[in-house]
């Protein structure tokens, strides 16, 4: 059997950083955070699994047409994902696996992939191995509970596998100052504390028809950055306004955001998008050593909007743990904002887009 699926990429308002610390091997996050799933940025996965024929289980990984072999990093994150999957279905282990994965964009071009990716392959996984393990078979119908098994692979995951996608918050779940650990539960509470964190459509794609996304591509692919899962840990380990601004994020932030999107106030939101994101680098900045993300032209982009927004908001810029900057405006300004935009970055490395349908599989579409 073969199977294949199509999940897209998201982008968040509210920002994911940092795994609650007695549950960061799986990926509960401190905080919730709230993201917009992005239209016409996706993976495509094709997952074989075959009951293994004896000696070690097999695990084969193309990515964008590149064989990724054990000692690559895709390979291990890929590896480890398998590895907890197995450890809660244990008859997963006797399969091999075979994926064959492709974006529709160019990774190296910043656009975060590791979201649709984990999304894509976990929607095509579990469906490939529900045909021969019945206690999969749950996960086809309950996106919450796919959703937690995304999270298992990667954090922003979670939020591309709601099938409606549009407007999605991923819950928190259980609390950031739990004195219960993995190994002081019982297996039951493990179970539920693992599915405590979860991702759901809160409004779907065409809940607001105006809005619009434009991604810019800013790296020049020089330094490599401090990856996202290294650099939320030092943040949690040594930034002292880190719990305060979960908090803040959590109770005052997150709320007004989903409040402004769902009376679709774009100047409260547009206010917020941008403190959200300025939030997470100032974050950034106060972990020790710091962690700088944006570079020259990222600020000349912020500066940029707010010289726009002087009369009128117009755009929201939003920045994840890179210097590409994602641009949230409504269909009335979005030339003027494209225009000023290709000024800095070229023609080129602009995508505009709207909110999006969640993951499906490519026979669904043809149905
Ligand atoms: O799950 P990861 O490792 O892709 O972390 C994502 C972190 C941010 O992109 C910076 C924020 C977010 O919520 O997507």
Not at 259 to 284: C, M, P, Y
Not at 349 to 354: E, Y
């Amino acid at each position: 059997m073969t199977t294949t699926a199509i999940a897209p990429t998201n982008i968040a308002v509210v920002k994911y950083w940092g795994k609650n610390r007695n549950w960061e091997r799986y990926h509960i996050p401190n905080k919730s955070s709230f993201s917009i799933t992005v239209g016409g940025l996706y993976t495509k996965t094709t997952v074989t699994a075959e009951k293994s024929t004896g000696g070690e289980r097999k695990v084969e990984f193309v990515l964008n047409g590149r064989i990724i072999t054990p000692e690559m990093k895709e390979y291990e994150y890929v590896g480890k994902l398998l590895g907890k999957l197995g450890e809660l279905y244990p008859h997963i282990n006797q399969y091999d696996i075979h994926i064959i994965s492709e974006n529709n964009f160019p990774t190296a071009a910043g656009f975060a992939s590791s979201a649709s990716g984990f999304a894509a392959l976990l929607k095509a996984l579990v469906k490939e191995l529900a045909e021969e393990i019945v206690e999969l078979r749950e996960f086809l119908d309950d996106d919450k509970k796919l959703s937690v098994l995304a999270r298992l692979g990667s954090g922003s995951a979670t939020r591309s596998i709601p099938r409606d996608g549009g407007f999605v918050l991923w819950r928190r779940g259980i609390s950031p100052f739990a004195e219960e650990t993995p190994e002081n539960v019982s297996e039951e509470r493990l179970r539920e504390i693992i599915f405590s964190s979860y991702a759901e459509t809160l409004f779907p794609p065409d809940h607001w028809p105006g809005f619009r996304i434009i991604y810019t591509q800013v790296d020049e692919g020089g330094e490599k950055e401090v990856k996202s899962r290294v650099g939320m840990r030092e943040t949690v380990k040594s930034d002292p306004f880190y719990y305060p601004w979960v908090e803040y994020d959590e109770k005052i932030l997150l709320p007004e955001v989903i409040r402004a999107v769902k009376e679709k106030d774009w100047e409260l939101f547009a206010k917020l998008a941008i403190q959200a994101s300025n939030g997470l680098h100032a974050q950034t900045l106060m972990t020790y050593p710091p962690i700088t993300y944006l570079n020259d032209t990222s600020h000349l982009i912020m500066h940029t909007i707010h010289n726009l927004n002087e009369n009128e908001i117009k755009a929201a810029y939003t920045f994840d743990a890179g210097p590409n900057a994602v641009v949230f405006t409504l269909e009335e300004y979005v030339d003027e904002v494209a225009r000023v935009l290709e000024e800095i970055v070229g023609k080129d490395n602009i995508f505009i887009t709207k909110p999006g349908r969640g993951p499906y599989y490519t026979e669904d579409h043809l149905q």
